[in-house]
C-alpha cells in the first residue's frame, strides 16, 4: 500500500475516533497519518481540532498554523485557527482569522456564526453549534476520502 494510501486509512481512522468523542485516539492517528505524507494539510488541521477538544490549545495552533502554511487558501484551517484564539481569549485574533475564512469561502457557514459570537462575546451560545459543525464537516471528508480511495482501487 502506497504512503498516501496509509495517510488516508490512518487519516480515516482518526475521523472515526474524533466523531466518537476519542481525541486521544484522534490525535495518534492524525499523527500516523502525517508520518506517511507530511503535507497533508487536513490531517493538520484535523489534529489541530482534536488538540482543541483536548483542551492543548498551543498544539492546536501550531497545527492549525502548519495547514494554513501547507495550504493557505484553506478557509477552514482559518476558521478553526480563530477558535483557538477565542478559546485563548484573544477575540481580536479570533475575529482576524474568522474574517480571513470568510474572504477565502463567504459560504463558510460557521465563521459567520463564530465572528458575531466574538463581537457580542455571548460564547456560551456558540459552542454547541460549532461541535455540530466540526461533526459535520469531518464525516463530510470521511465520505470524500473514502470516494476517492474506491475510485483508485
Not at 40 to 69: E, P, T
Not at 132 to 148: G, K, N, T
Request: positive net charge.
Amino acid at each position: 500500500m502506497s504512503d498516501n494510501n496509509m495517510a488516508i486509512r490512518m487519516f480515516d481512522e482518526g475521523i472515526a475516533a474524533y466523531l466518537r468523542g476519542d481525541f486521544k485516539t484522534s490525535i495518534k492517528e492524525f499523527t500516523r497519518a502525517l508520518k506517511h505524507d507530511s503535507k497533508f494539510a487536513l490531517a493538520y488541521s484535523s489534529r489541530g481540532a482534536a488538540h482543541l477538544k483536548s483542551g492543548k490549545i498551543k498544539k492546536a495552533v501550531s497545527d492549525f498554523k502548519r495547514a494554513i502554511r501547507l495550504k493557505p487558501g484553506y478557509a477552514r484551517a482559518y476558521h478553526l485557527l480563530g477558535l483557538a484564539y477565542e478559546q485563548m481569549g484573544d477575540f481580536s485574533g479570533a475575529y482576524r482569522n474568522f474574517d480571513r475564512a470568510l474572504e477565502i469561502d463567504p459560504d463558510l457557514a460557521a465563521a459567520y456564526r463564530k465572528r458575531d459570537c466574538v463581537l457580542d462575546k455571548t460564547l456560551d451560545d456558540c459552542i454547541e453549534v460549532e461541535d455540530w459543525e466540526m461533526a459535520d464537516h469531518l464525516e463530510a471528508m470521511r465520505v470524500a476520502l473514502f470516494s476517492a480511495e474506491k475510485k483508485a482501487a
